[in-house]
């Protein structure tokens, strides 16, 4: 069996793309991502934003990806699994909270780097998505998304944390630009998990 692992930039191009996509990151967004905004904040945000929405919003990423947030996804955006990912990132509760508060337009300025089948092996979805958004400075959102067969791209959880740890995560599982796929049993078996 192989699964397949689909990358979309090399770690030059990611790069790259930071720097650029920074231009369209407002001095108003900067100083929210920076700030510390409570639970409380960040989900009626969200929850005004569907709920204007007729209870789903699909939102468009920069390289024309559409996905979806939902109450569901307002949970997992804001669970303690993931703030405690940006913590360890050497990021706050708070700045976590802030951050989640403007998925959407994190979403819209995003771009897929990685795709790789559901480490699970749930039939409804298809694929996962890593994307990422810049933040200020080397800090970026890394945004997953789920691929669901019957229900498009469900934006699921949001990370913070700074470009420099990011690329090294990913050094371990990018492949050859040329080659999409490598026998599973070449990837250390945490690899697809933790990306």
């Known amino acids: 069996m192989r699964e397949v692992i689909r990358r979309y930039l090399p770690l030059a191009a990611l790069k790259q793309f930071i720097e650029e996509a920074k231009a369209n990151v407002s001095e108003e967004k900067v100083e929210l991502y920076k700030s510390k905004k409570s639970r409380d904040y960040a989900e009626n945000r969200l929850k005004e934003l569907i709920r204007r929405n007729g209870g789903e919003l699909t939102i468009r990423s920069s390289d024309g990806d559409d996905g979806y947030i939902s109450g569901e996804s307002i949970s997992k955006l804001l669970s303690g699994k993931a703030v405690g ?20 337009n994190l979403y819209r300025n995003s771009t897929k780097i990685i795709t790789h089948p559901d480490n699970k092996g749930r039939l409804e979805i298809t694929a996962i998505q890593r994307r990422v958004a810049p933040l200020y400075g080397d800090s970026v959102a890394y945004i997953t998304v789920r691929e669901i067969s019957k229900g498009g791209n469900k934006i699921y959880s949001i990370e913070l944390i700074e470009l420099g740890k990011l690329g090294e995560r990913l050094e371990g599982i990018f492949v050859d630009v040329e080659s999409t796929s490598t026998p599973s049993s070449s990837l250390p078996a945490n690899n697809i998990e933790n990306v």
């Open 85 to 104: 990912k940006s913590i360890k990132n050497e990021f706050t509760r708070e700045q976590h909270y802030a951050v989640a508060s403007d998925i959407d």
